[in-house]
């Protein structure tokens, strides 16, 4: 069965105040689901429910089919979960404070050893696993919190803000973490305000805005329905690209809209025709030898979608 | 490299532990974090500072104090374990459930396939071992006079009872800590409601209700601890009914001054006690069952 995650008509009121309001949604398959919406929107208190930390006012959560309300011991046995940076017992040590996930958890004692050790290798803190918690720094701290959220291989990861508190090599290796988890077949559903990480390691994306779901969409299927028709891509180049070629050779091929040099080395091409062309484009883009080196979805297109989305509703 | 989320891995499910074993082997991790924490340190060092004045007060004083062994223990076991117990009972578990709302610990806990019940019932383990720990200390520092005074041997056949009826007195005053600490999510309030009530509070109240209502206080939690010491007596009651006396004593020419004194039997204490215990530890749970991680 593949990993799945349920929120029906989920609900939360804070005296009159509705944080969430009626949150359908239905996630399966191994996948990434980025969870967006400005400060305030409701995605915490959603991430909150989907693990009983809270109680909804209304409906109800699953955790691959069990209902989280009903039973949170039996719903998170196969989650890992991370929500709003906890602190650890200070007085523990890394190894400590995953050994107590891990054993509370039911991970088998000849297996625990191994796998803390690989948890803490993921995170790079094995030289720090034997160091008290109590005087990690904030990036630190999150870096054991991820750490235990996956010690004991869980099929689904819900993940508020992950790479709160981290350097910029902390948020590199979370999105590797995570593509590596996507690998394995695993459901990820992580809210996040970096929209450069979103598009990077997310599949889908759910935008909330005020309590309310605005839409719920593969990233690629987001990206072209608010675009005009068009699709977006970036390219990058590891030399500056010959002006001829901008508007001449690439400009030219089939199903281009426009093509925009963002800088000396990166252009932005809008597209139709979905995936088709863009690998077409790709392929012959790379054909020309201008020393393409990486093509991925542009993320500006998604903050135009979100700044467009979010000012709706004002 | 293999790597703990095994990407590109099968997922190797494990299987949750049930219940009991949760709860055994939260109230294990928890203890260690009580032990390595600094007011477990200095609650030993408060036994040790209260043992050593009890040492000292023994051996210059003696008379009275060591004229059997039984007064020996009454008096030392009798008066110091009810107070070691509330002062334990306040300083682990006065905070208990609130500290994990301040200091965030407890989102770390609720991430866990456990039930609320099995974490507020190992941290009450935790803190019931961890206050054991303290009493222990103080039996052995009595016990140590004890065997100077009296041999090694000569032990009153009610030091164990007292020893059992503490057990439940700090269950029960534990249950009321834990209960309190359910209410706050902030610490301090947890400490000093807890604090407050148990080093005057209660008595204050057990003070009005004999005074004022002229009834046995059966219903204040300190009453009850008096058996601890009481047990030591000759004329000791063990029944479920406690003592009542009267004592009249002229203050002036014509006035008196009528006091009337109640001994809670010791059925009746342990009943009390056993009383508090399922009283505070269900609503307790009720309380934490329902509280948000907001
Ligand atoms: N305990 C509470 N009492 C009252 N209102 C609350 C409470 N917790 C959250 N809220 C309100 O619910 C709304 C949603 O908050 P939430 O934390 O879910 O936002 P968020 O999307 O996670 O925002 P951010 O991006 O800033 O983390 C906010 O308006 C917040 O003020
Ligand atoms: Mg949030």
Redesign the interface.
Same mark, same amino acid.
């Given at each position: 069965m593949p990993p799945s995650l349920e929120m029906r008509n989920l609900t939360k009121q804070y005296g009159t105040f509705t944080a969430l309001n009626a949150l359908n949604l239905k996630l399966d398959g191994g996948k990434c689901v980025g969870f967006l919406g400005p400060n305030g929107a409701g995605k915490t208190t959603t991430l909150k429910m989907l693990t009983d930390m809270i109680f909804p006012t209304q409906g109800e959560c699953f955790i691959n089919g069990i209902s989280v309300q009903q039973d949170r011991k039996r719903a998170l046995a196969e989650a890992g979960v991370l929500i709003e940076s906890p602190e650890i017992y200070p007085s523990l040590t890394p190894n400590q404070a995953l050994e107590m996930v891990a054993d509370l958890r039911g991970v088998p004692a000849a297996e625990r050893k191994d796998r803390i050790r690989s948890a803490l290798e993921e995170v790079k803190m094995v030289d720090w696993a034997d160091k008290r918690v109590g005087r990690f720094s904030k990036g630190m701290k999150q870096r054991i919190n991820i750490a235990a959220a996956l010690v004991h291989d869980p099929s689904v990861v819900v993940l508020d803000e992950p790479s709160t508190g981290l350097d910029p090599r902390g948020m590199a290796e979370v999105r590797a973490i995570i593509r590596g988890l996507k690998k394995s077949q695993r459901l990820i559903f992580m809210s996040s305000h970096i929209l450069s990480e979103v598009v990077d390691v997310c599949d889908d994306v759910a935008l909330i805005d005020r309590g309310k779901l605005l839409f719920y969409d593969t990233l690629a299927n987001v990206t072209s329905r608010f675009s005009d028709g068009h699709s977006s891509i970036d390219l990058s180049f590891a030399r500056a690209i010959p002006p001829d070629a901008v508007q001449g050779r690439i400009g030219t091929l089939p199903g281009i809209g426009s093509v925009t040099l963002l800088d000396p080395r990166r252009l932005r091409i809008k597209y139709t025709g979905g995936i088709e062309t863009q690998e077409r484009l790709v392929e012959s883009v790379a054909q020309m030898h201008l020393g393409l080196v990486s093509a991925g979805e542009s993320e500006s297109a998604l903050e135009e979608i979100y700044l467009s989305q979010i000012s709706r509703g004002d | 490299?293999? !790597?703990?989320?095994?990407?590109? /891995? *099968?997922?190797? *499910?494990?299987?949750? *532990?049930d219940?009991f074993q949760?709860i055994t082997? /939260?109230t294990r991790?928890q203890l260690?974090?009580y032990v390595?924490?600094r007011r477990f340190v200095a609650m030993l060092g408060i036994v040790a500072i209260i043992g050593a004045i009890m040492t000292a007060l023994v051996g210059h004083y003696r008379g009275g104090l060591v004229s059997s062994n039984l007064a020996f223990y009454g008096s030392f076991w009798g008066g110091g374990a009810a107070f070691l117990v509330v002062l334990a009972a306040v300083i682990f578990g006065g905070d208990a459930i609130a500290g994990e709302f301040q200091?965030? !610990?407890?989102? &770390?806990l609720?991430? /866990?396939?456990?039930?609320?019940t099995t974490i507020y019932v190992g941290k009450f383990f935790a803190a019931f071992l961890a206050s054991v720990a303290m009493l222990g200390l103080y039996l052995l520092i009595l016990l140590g006079n004890g065997a100077f005074y009296f041999g090694a041997g000569a032990l009153p056949w009610q030091l164990p009872v007292s020893l059992l009826i503490t057990l439940v007195y700090l269950a029960a005053v534990l249950g009321t800590t834990f209960l309190f600490s359910s209410l706050f999510k902030t610490s301090a309030y947890g400490f000093a409601l807890t604090a407050v009530l148990f080093l005057i509070g209660f008595t204050i109240l057990q003070a009005l209700v004999v005074d004022l209502v002229h009834i046995e206080p059966w219903m204040v939690i300190s009453y009850a601890n008096s058996s601890i010491g009481n047990i030591f007596n000759p004329t000791v009651n063990w029944g479920l009914f406690g003592n009542i006396t009267t004592t009249t004593t002229q203050v002036g020419r014509h006035s008196f001054v009528t006091v009337t004194t109640y001994t809670a039997g010791i059925a009746e204490s342990i009943v009390i006690m056993l009383g508090y215990l399922i009283v505070t530890a269900v609503g307790g749970l009720y309380l934490f069952e329902?509280e948000? &991680? !907001?």
């Open positions: - | 490299m293999a !790597t703990a989320t095994g990407a590109g /891995l *099968p997922i190797r *499910p494990v299987s949750t *532990p219940t949760q082997k /939260l991790y260690y974090e390595r924490s200091n965030k !610990t407890g989102y &770390f609720m991430g /866990l396939p456990v039930r609320r329902r948000e &991680f !907001t």
